[in-house]
């Protein structure tokens, strides 16, 4: 992950991520890193799975979080609107 989409994530997920990593709990270090994806992915509005229910919003993420960094990026424009 970049140092940008690294500082994009709350201080609670990136202290899980290093903390399960530094523990070798690889299920739960893959765990963190998907919320972190999926979260990344979200903020962006880059998210898109067939499957809406996969993603859960991790405990340490809020919505009003979310949509803040959402809010705070622009969005880039879609391949269709550039045309």
């Given at each position: 992950m970049c140092r940008d989409h690294w500082a994009m994530l709350p201080?609670?997920?990136q202290r899980a991520i290093?903390?399960?990593w530094n523990a070798r709990d690889m299920a739960a270090y893959q765990e963190n890193v998907r919320q972190a994806i999926d979260a990344i992915d979200m903020i962006e509005g880059t998210y898109e799975s067939p499957f809406e229910e996969?993603?859960?919003i991790p405990p340490m993420l809020?919505?009003?979080w979310l949509e803040?960094?959402?809010r705070a990026r622009p969005r880039a424009a879609?391949?269709?609107q550039a045309r």
């Open positions: 201080a609670r997920l290093i903390l399960t996969r993603f859960v809020t919505i009003e803040k960094q959402r879609s391949r269709r």
